[in-house]
């Protein structure tokens, strides 16, 4: 099967960096597309960042120009740099992989806890 770990959240100040990193493993061909979401407390999960087998990427609106997506295709891996948090970016932070079999099946990680004090 598809196993999907994130790793790199914690507890950080206003203005601090985290750089989250996600491997994806198993049965894993076809891998596609590869990106992080997220999800504070009583609010809907929310994409932050996606990037293609290509590399194109796509960003919430609100991390444009403090967040940083990069993928290493040889590791299977995403990275999420995250400079410049603020309070408000605070939220379990979930990685999302796309395999294409014959339409898109997606795998979830367990998430990871990023927490940003004012």
């Known amino acids: 099967q598809v196993q999907v770990v994130e790793s790199g959240g914690g507890l950080v100040q206003a203005g601090g960096s985290l750089r989250l990193s996600c491997a994806a493993s198993?049965?894993?061909?076809?891998?596609?597309?590869m990106g992080w979401y997220r999800q504070a407390p009583d609010k809907e999960r929310e994409l932050v960042a996606t990037?293609?087998?290509?590399?194109?990427?796509n960003y919430l609106d609100s991390v444009k120009g403090r967040f940083a997506l990069s993928r290493d295709s040889t590791k299977n891996m995403v990275y999420l740099q995250m400079n410049s948090l603020r309070p408000e970016d605070t939220a379990v932070y979930y990685c999302?992989?796309?395999?294409?079999?014959?339409?898109?099946?997606?795998?979830w990680g367990q998430g990871t806890q990023v927490t940003v004090s004012s």
């Open positions: 999302r992989v796309g395999l294409r079999r014959l339409g898109m099946v997606y795998y």
């Open positions: 198993g049965s894993i061909f076809g891998l596609d597309t």
């Open positions: 990037i293609t087998s290509s590399g194109s990427t």
